[in-house]
């Protein structure tokens, strides 16, 4: 069921969602191999680094304060993940320090 849920995100991307994939894929990102809207266990999380198991999420406002995304984060960390989310309108507006920042993730990772 992930991978059929993955299918049909791939195809409906958000604009950051769909510019943050600009920076990372085909190892764009410093050499490093990202997957887009990839399944791990009963999750489907938005970008994925697995070799270095960094988990990338963009939020838009539906995911303020939901419990549901910090139960998904705990089972995820659980599993030895490391997941950095950000918003939206970061990716957006800040595009630069949002690359940077996932860079410096996965340089300390």
Not at 50 to 72: M, S
Not at 74 to 89: D, H, M, S
Not at 98 to 106: G, H, K
Request: hydrophobic letters at 40%.
């Amino acid at each position: 069921m992930p991978k059929k849920i993955a299918r049909q995100l791939r195809q409906n991307p958000t604009d950051a969602e769909l510019r943050l994939w600009l920076a990372l894929r085909d190892r764009r990102l410093s050499g490093y191999k990202f997957g887009r809207q990839h399944p791990i266990g009963e999750f489907v999380v938005d970008f994925v680094c697995t070799k270095h198991k960094i988990v990338i999420e963009a939020d838009g406002g539906q995911h303020a304060e939901n419990p549901a995304d910090a139960l998904r984060t705990e089972r995820l960390e659980a599993e030895g993940w490391k997941v950095i989310r950000f918003w939206n309108n970061d990716i957006l507006s800040n595009t630069e320090g949002v690359i940077e920042t996932i860079l410096i993730a996965l340089k300390a990772g």
